[in-house]
């Protein structure tokens, strides 16, 4: 039962426009949201978070939203550049003091930003 | 260099042989992780030690042993490998038990068992 999902294995878009990169989950339980990004033979690297006391959280680029009701949340790169391109993965953290660094990810969205 | 860093970064080896991964990190945190890269993507949290103490595992095979000696090192040792135990093992790091999900990961260790 995964339980945080990131249906669209991969996505292509221009340089400078938009990418949107899209993930779901289904355990209400979850309080924390982040975006990790991963380069081949890399770790992946954390980019940006959200509380679920918020619904959208900005970095620079960087846009992360969050609807609750619909358990959903994406990443939004405006405008994306070619170094962006990478595998994202979408995670997922317990509530409260429990979270111990328990991450749920997502099976990665492969972005490729073409100049 | 490097935050967090692990060896040996890729490991080829037979089954039922015993190996171990090492894992440093000198961020001056003290929790460590172990997470598992399957042949499906998924990354999923195996164990995590705060301070040096067990504090999360994952139902996790008892093959699998951790170690961490102090509060920079969690060593990772796989007794009798089995051809499923082929992934990427990812050391992580951060400082207190990580509420947030803030972690700084290694490079990955890619282990294949033959």
């Known amino acids: 039962d995964q339980q945080v999902k990131q249906n669209s294995p991969s996505l292509s878009v221009q340089e400078g426009r938009i990418s949107i990169l899209n993930c779901d989950y289904t355990?209400?339980?979850?309080?924390?949201f982040l975006w990790y990004k991963k380069y081949p033979a890399e770790g992946p690297t954390f980019l940006i978070s959200?509380?679920?006391?918020?619904d959208k959280n900005e970095d620079g680029r960087f846009t992360v939203f969050l609807n609750k009701s619909a358990k959903h949340l994406s990443l939004h790169i405006v405008p994306s550049q070619p170094g962006d391109s990478a595998v994202y993965f979408c995670a997922a953290s317990p509530a409260g003091g429990t979270s111990y660094g328990k991450l749920t990810f997502g099976q990665g969205t492969i972005l490729t930003v073409h100049p | 260099d490097t935050a967090v860093s692990q060896t040996p970064k890729y490991l080829v080896t037979q089954m039922g042989n015993d190996k171990s991964i090492k894992c440093e990190q000198n961020l001056g945190h003290d929790t460590m992780y172990w997470y598992k890269q399957d042949s499906k993507k998924f990354l999923k949290i195996m164990f995590s030690?705060?301070?040096?103490?067990?504090?999360i595992n994952e139902t996790v095979p008892n093959r699998f042993s951790p170690k961490s000696p102090d509060k920079a090192h969690l060593n990772l040792h796989i007794n009798s490998l089995e051809l499923g135990d082929s992934a990427v093992y990812f050391c992580?790091?951060?400082?207190?038990?990580?509420?947030?999900?803030?972690?700084?990961f290694g490079e990955g260790s890619r282990l294949t068992v033959l």
């Open positions: 992580a790091s951060s400082q207190g038990v990580a509420n947030t999900g803030e972690l700084f």
């Open positions: 355990n209400s339980m979850f309080d924390y």
């Open positions: 030690y705060n301070n040096k103490e067990l504090i």
């Open positions: 959200i509380s679920s006391i918020k």
